[in-house]
Every structure is written in structure tokens, then in C-alpha cells.
């Protein structure tokens, strides 16, 4: 009897001591990082999956759905524009540069969007442009219960957001690495398009690192007044450098307005990716679909969490992605890497001997054949973390190097001086198009101070190829204003990146096209 007696206090005491570490834990839950919390909750609660070998993704969609919630926005009056989800500026920002065949657009373009749950009490990410402007934000849980969301933190330039609802015991979903993501594996987007209930589609991973330019279009979207201020004088505006971040995982799971910031996974339940874009001429699915990447997701919503901002640090070189046409056009052997165009006075890369025209081969060992490849493992890290770059100089060395990464204040573009014009081989005769100073009248008709008609255009050539037609009056070559003949002949020969830029106007639409020589 004594030992069934010890026996009995030994489970109690073991019992009281487990309760009271797990209040303790419990009291201090919300210092752990995300990643932290999830771990916790799923050493003892793995995922399974069919064992039958087959594809099979009823558990993965049981798993997920209740925690893909429905996120409903309003605005003021003022901010009438981020509700219609900026179609005014989308379409000014189409005229100002030209544009037309496939659009990269954001899902949704009203006020409604998704969002995964991470934690059970109540941190869930989605897409800025979901919430960005917002003066509410409601979000919808599986149980249809409705709760008002705060921002924890946004960011444009990678386009995601933390919010945060006061709720305990939350279904939340298990993130995944993205790493491991292989292209033709299986996956599922769930969330809410066109507004209909929860919905999973299904699909394959079609690509990986894939930049569409989106974050870049819109960051760089001109304002109302500096477009205003265009059609006054014909000067171009300054616009912001890109600091966009985009390695989007690509899919052919179907993604509507209303998918975005809902859920990319695996078929074994777990989180690869939020879904933000789709590849569009109707605004509907059309085959592709994109998601920003879970790993880097993982970063940016810790800084969020941490900080309530971004921690971005950088390495301080502009660079530009070779292919067999770059290559030709830089005169250099290679055709893969980051060849580099420009170095940040006191940035990173010029602390560890980075130098124009270096060739960027690897980082952190892995070879990198695209911006994305560098950019998203860069936007992993923080100001003062060390990137491994394998360096090829320009006299046929390969330097491994490791840099510094310095925070966004270090960096500064606008610090750099500006690069020496390169030649583009063009000459007048190549455009394939005759010109004359337009009239005072062709002018005032289009709001212009400058211009050169082009009186006619040779089939096959050049201005042929790119759809400029007869009676278009040109404003810049190569950022240069022009007003004869001889201003086009003396803009030709050079230009900053060797490529020929030309701006105009035709039918009341302002377009830009631009080529290599």
C-alpha cells in the first residue's frame, strides 16, 4: 500500500509540475517568435497524410481550410481610390508608359481578400495591398464568427501584411519551407474567390523565382500631380528607386480576385506560400498564379512582430541579370549571374571590393541565374547579417567574397554618382522612320512643349515592328527632349544602360518603347 501511495504522489506532483510549467509557457506566450509557437504546437500534432501513395489532398484541404479566414476592408471617402483598388491610377500609370497585352494584376481589386492563420491566438498574414489604407479590417472565421483586425505591420515592397485579432484557440496553419518546393509537385490554393465560401483549387508548381515587375509597376506609379506636371511640360519625373522583392512561386491552381492572401500549400497541409498575383488580360484566372514564398514570408512577419516594420538590409550594388543578349550587348562571355552595373559609395559591396562590372555566380553557395535568385535569400536577412557571394572579376578571377549587409539609410541610390553614357550603335537611319518638327498646332493639340512628327514609317523596320505609326509625334530619345531631326540624330548614339528609349504620343496615349541596338 505505502508504494501505491508514493506511486500516486509521484503523478501528482508530476502532473502539477507540468500544469504549472504550462501556465508559466502560457503566461509568456506571445515573447515567441511564430515560428517558435507552431513548433510547439505540432511536435506532438503532425500532419498525416494518405498512405496509399497516391495523391490524395482531403486531409491537406481538412487541415488548412478552417484556418483561411475572409478579410473585409472599408475606407473613408478619402481613400476612395484604394477601395476600387486603384484602376484611376492603374489606368493613368498605362497611359503614361504605354503598355496593353497581358497585365499583371493584383487579386482582389475590391475590398475583400484572405488571410491564413499562424498562431491560435490570432496573428495572421496576408497581402498588403489586402489591407493596405484600410480604416477597418474585418476578418471572417471558418465558425462565420466576425472580428475586427489591427495592423501589426506592412510592407510595399514585399507586398505582405500582419494583423492581428483578439481571439484564442484558433484553428492556424502549419508553415512549411519553401526551399523544398519543387517544380510539377502538387499543391492547393485555398481562400475566398469572387467572394464565394471557402474554395481549394488544385494545381501544379509550373516555375520558381519568378518576378513579374508588379511590386516594382506600382511603387513606381507616378502621382496624379507629377502626371499633371508630365502633360504640362513633357519632363519625365523622378520616381523611386525599386526596392521590390518578388521570387514569386508560380502555379496553375486556379487564383481569382479574393485569393489573395489566402494559402499556397503542399499536399501535406503545409504553408508554402501566400497567393498575391495573377497573370491576366480579363481580370479572371487564365493559368497562372502567384504566391510570395513562405521562407521569406517567415522573416518579414518576425520583424513585424518584433518590430512593427521591416529590418532590410542590403548589399549596395545595382545589377542586371545576363542572357545571351545582355551579354552581347555588355560585351562579356558569360551568360549567367548578376552582372554588376553600379556600386553604392559605403555600402557592403564596397567594403568587401565589389566593383562595376563584377559578375555575381553564386550566393551563399548556391548559383544564382536571376534577380530573384539573390534578392529573396537577401530579404531573408537583416542590416549587419553576412552574405557568401562567389564574385567573377573582370579579369577572369573568381573571388569569394563576404559582405556586410548594411541597412537602407547606408545605401542610398540617390548617393551614387551617375553612370557614364554607353553607346547604343543606333543611328536615325535604323529606326526605320522619317521625321519633322511638329507644329505649333500638333502641340497644343497634345499639351506639348517639344516634339518631332514622324512623317513616315517603312514597313518591316524598327518603328514598324513596335507599332509607331505615321502623324506620332515623339518627345525624348534616350531622356533627351527633341525637337528636330538633329536633336534625335545627337540623343541616338548613347544613353545610360546602352539600351534606345524613345517616348511619345499618338491618338491621345502616351507610350514608351524601349530596345537593345
Known amino acids: 500500500m505505502k508504494k501505491i501511495g508514493l506511486i500516486v504522489l509521484a503523478a501528482f506532483l508530476g502532473g502539477a509540475v507540468a500544469i504549472g510549467a504550462y501556465k508559466l509557457l502560457e503566461r509568456k506566450n506571445d ?3 511564430l515560428a517558435e509557437k507552431q513548433n510547439m504546437m505540432f511536435a506532438n500534432n503532425p500532419i498525416k497524410v494518405a498512405s496509399s501513395g497516391s495523391v490524395d489532398f482531403v486531409q491537406a484541404a481538412a487541415a488548412v481550410s478552417p484556418a483561411v479566414v475572409h478579410i473585409r476592408t472599408t475606407y473613408s471617402n478619402n481613400n476612395s481610390d484604394a477601395e476600387q483598388g486603384g484602376g484611376s491610377m492603374d489606368d493613368m500609370f498605362e497611359q503614361f508608359f504605354g503598355g496593353g497585352g497581358r497585365r499583371m494584376q493584383r487579386v482582389p481589386r475590391a475590398a475583400s481578400g484572405s488571410g491564413v492563420i499562424l498562431t491560435p491566438d490570432g496573428y495572421i498574414v496576408t497581402n498588403n495591398h489586402v489591407v493596405d489604407n484600410a480604416d477597418k479590417i474585418e476578418v471572417v472565421l471558418s465558425n462565420r464568427k466576425k472580428v475586427m483586425a489591427k495592423v501589426i505591420g506592412k510592407d510595399a515592397n514585399t507586398d505582405l ?3 492581428k485579432v483578439d481571439a484564442k484557440d484558433l484553428p492556424f496553419v502549419k508553415m512549411g519551407n519553401s526551399d523544398n518546393v519543387q517544380v510539377g509537385e502538387w499543391v492547393l490554393a485555398v481562400g475566398f474567390p469572387l467572394d464565394f465560401q471557402t ?13 513579374i515587375g508588379i511590386l516594382n509597376r506600382e511603387q513606381r506609379q507616378p502621382t496624379r500631380e507629377q502626371y499633371e506636371e508630365y502633360q504640362r511640360t513633357g519632363k519625365m519625373p523622378d520616381l523611386p528607386a525599386n526596392n521590390a522583392i518578388e521570387s514569386y512561386i508560380q502555379t496553375d491552381a486556379a487564383i481569382n480576385p479574393g485569393n489573395s492572401g489566402g494559402a499556397l500549400v503542399n499536399a501535406n497541409g503545409e504553408l508554402i506560400g501566400i497567393n498575391a498575383a495573377i497573370a491576366s488580360e480579363t481580370g479572371r484566372n487564365e493559368g497562372y498564379g502567384f504566391a510570395i514564398p513562405i521562407n521569406l514570408a517567415k522573416k518579414i512577419l518576425e520583424d513585424f512582430k518584433e518590430f512593427g516594420t521591416v529590418k532590410r538590409g542590403y548589399i549596395g550594388v545595382t545589377f542586371q541579370a545576363l542572357d545571351a543578349d545582355v551579354a552581347e550587348r555588355l560585351k562579356v562571355k558569360d551568360i549567367n549571374g548578376l552582372y554588376v552595373s553600379g556600386v553604392v559609395p559605403n555600402g557592403g559591396a564596397a567594403a568587401a571590393g565589389i566593383k562595376e562590372g563584377d559578375i555575381i555566380k553564386k550566393v551563399n553557395g548556391t548559383e544564382i541565374f536571376d534577380s530573384p535568385d539573390l534578392q529573396e535569400k537577401v530579404g531573408r536577412m537583416r542590416p549587419g547579417d553576412k552574405v557568401a557571394l562567389s564574385v567573377l572579376k573582370a579579369d577572369g578571377s573568381m573571388k569569394n567574397v563576404t559582405v556586410t549587409l548594411k541597412p537602407e539609410s547606408n545605401v542610398s541610390l540617390a548617393s551614387t554618382k551617375a553612370p557614364a553614357e554607353k553607346p547604343t550603335g543606333a543611328t536615325v537611319s535604323k529606326l526605320g522612320a522619317s521625321f519633322a518638327p511638329a507644329s505649333a498646332a500638333a502641340k497644343a493639340k497634345f499639351n506639348l512643349k517639344n516634339g518631332v512628327v514622324v512623317t513616315d514609317v517603312k514597313a518591316g523596320q524598327l518603328f514598324d515592328y513596335y507599332d509607331v505609326p505615321k502623324g506620332a509625334i515623339i ?8 525637337n528636330s531631326v538633329a536633336d534625335i540624330e545627337k540623343a541616338l ?5 546602352g539600351q534606345i528609349t524613345i517616348s ?9 518603347i524601349s530596345f537593345g541596338n
Not at 199 to 211: L, P
Not at 493 to 497: A, L
Request: proline share 2%; charged share 15%.
Open 161 to 163: 501584411a500582419l494583423i
Open 199 to 211: 474554395t481549394v483549387t488544385a494545381g501544379i508548381v509550373s516555375a520558381k523565382a519568378r518576378n
Open 475 to 482: 518627345t525624348k530619345v534616350n531622356g533627351v527632349s527633341v
Open 504 to 512: 511619345g504620343v499618338s491618338d491621345n496615349r502616351m507610350f514608351t
Open 31 to 33: 515573447s515567441y517568435s
Open 493 to 497: 548614339p548613347t544613353s545610360r544602360d
